[in-house]
Antibody
Framework: EVQLVESGGGLVKPGESLRLSCAGA????????MNWVRQAPGKGLEWVGR??????????DYAGPMAGRFTISRDDSKNTVYLQMNSLKTEDTAVYYC??????WGQGTLVTVSS | DIVMTQTPLSLSVTPGQPASISCKSS???????????LYWFLQKPGQPPQLLIY???NRFSGVPDRFSGSGSGTDFTLKISRVEAEDVGVYYC????????FGGGTKVDFK
């Protein structure tokens, strides 16, 4: 069974940092273009960024509001993708999902940014 | 950036009746490989989105045949032939021709 499991969410203050993890089971993340998508409370889905597959160079792209603050990386030995979030703002409060952008989605991890 | 516009924002349906959701993209989603990069998802409360339709009209494994997708270029439609209780939730269209962009969502509930 294919599973993506996010972890690392929690409560942080504005300006602080947090690193989210997305571990794959039954699914080789290095073969996929992996995305982070977030959903603020009561709102729709917002793309955060992606890392391409290893064969495509493992390059990254980010949505405008996240560029420069968020960094996506992967550790293929751990079959894990990371989302490093710096200089967090209250508007970054959301459930963060990792996804292949197709059928594979994690359950999400909640990030709350509040003083 | 490709903008995805969904209508309506909400839809109240009678069980057993049909429903239709529209999604328009700001530019063509036709890929160089001849496929069109348009997907439909359903998000039920407290759950991640689940894939219903990929590449405009292909039902994902296990998706009931009451769901169908159609369209081309920039105009797309998701139809439910007879809405059932388990179909309640928020529907999103998504393009992955250029990065990912989601429509704003259509909330479907019962009258």
């Amino acid at each position: 069974e294919v599973q993506l499991v996010e972890s690392g969410g929690g409560l942080v203050k504005p300006g602080e940092s947090l690193r989210l993890s997305c571990a794959g089971a039954g699914f080789i993340l290095s073969d996929a273009w992996m995305n982070w998508v977030r959903q603020a409370p009561g709102k729709g889905l917002e793309w955060v960024g992606r890392v391409t597959s290893r064969s495509a160079g493992g390059t990254t792209d980010y949505a405008g509001p996240m560029a420069g603050r968020f960094t996506i990386s992967r550790d293929d030995s751990k079959n894990t993708v990371y989302l490093q979030m710096n200089s967090l703002k209250t508007e970054d409060t959301a459930v963060y999902y990792c996804t292949s952008g197709r059928s594979q989605w994690g359950q999400g991890t909640l990030v709350t940014v509040s003083s | 950036d490709i903008v995805m516009t969904q209508t309506p924002l909400s839809l109240s349906v009678t069980p057993g009746q049909p429903a239709s959701i529209s999604c328009k993209s700001s530019q063509s989603l036709l890929n160089s490989d001849g496929k069109t990069s348009l997907y439909w998802f359903l998000q039920k409360p407290g759950q991640p989105p689940q894939l219903l339709i990929y590449e405009v009209s292909n039902r994902f494994s296990g998706v009931p045949d009451r769901f169908s997708g159609s369209g081309s270029g920039t105009d797309f439609t998701l139809k439910i032939s007879r809405v059932e209780a388990e179909d309640v939730g928020v529907y999103y269209c998504m393009q992955n021709l250029q990065l990912l962009t989601f429509g704003g969502g259509t909330k479907v509930d019962f009258k």
